[in-house]
């Protein structure tokens, strides 16, 4: 309080602005269809982005290597797809050359150089920083080419949430081969 304010013009500082929240149990929702910029129907203010599957991408870019993902049992599929996409990123930096054999004995050191590449890997466009990974759905639709774009999503999921500001890891999906469908906000649109 000034010295020239009146003693009624006390104020209670302590005690937070009141708000008013109106209810209005039996009034009827009213559900607007609303459609993204995709042309997909919206969901729960979530807009489908992108589908990414590693395999598909694997088969585009070397269909007599890839071959031996059909001929796999589960146990080696990990240790070869971890080679693609390891193959994938040196391309993505120049180095064009097919994956080689899986060996068991290098898989720490490929993951290792894999996650390495990945930090410095910027896809272009860019990505939204934050997005939501679900099933595919069996609604036919476009899957990611670009490899740079697809390996930035599997290497920066964790459960359903692919987070582009953390560190990259070693998710499930990239190592069991699993196609994701991407989903953002629907006010996010590039």
């Known amino acids: 309080m000034t010295p020239r304010e009146p003693l009624g013009a006390l104020r209670n500082m302590s005690a937070p602005p009141r708000s008013t929240l109106t ?3 039996f ?3 009213v559900a607007v269809p609303r459609r993204t910029d995709r042309g ?3 969901n729960w203010g979530l807009a489908w982005y992108a589908r990414v599957d590693l395999d598909e991408i694997l088969r585009d870019r070397w269909p007599g290597w890839s071959e031996r993902l059909g001929g796999l049992v589960p146990e080696g599929l990990g240790d070869l797809r971890l080679r693609g996409a390891l193959a994938l990123a040196r391309a993505c930096a120049g180095s064009p050359d097919p994956p080689g054999s899986p060996e068991p004995d290098l898989r720490e ?3 290792d150089e894999l996650l390495r590449r990945m930090r410095d890997l910027a896809p272009e466009p860019p ?3 934050l997005m939501l990974a679900t099933q595919v759905s069996p609604r036919p639709r476009l899957t990611e080419r670009d490899a740079a774009r697809a390996l930035a999503v599997l290497t920066h999921l964790s459960g359903r949430t692919c987070d582009l500001s953390a560190s990259p890891l070693l998710g499930e999906a990239l190592l069991e081969g699993r196609p994701v469908d991407l989903w953002i906000a629907e006010n996010a649109h590039d």
């Open 127 to 129: 990505l939204p920083a």
């Open 40 to 42: 997909a129907p919206s």
């Open 23 to 25: 209810l209005r149990p």
């Open 109 to 111: 050191d490929l993951a």
């Open 27 to 29: 009034q009827a929702p």
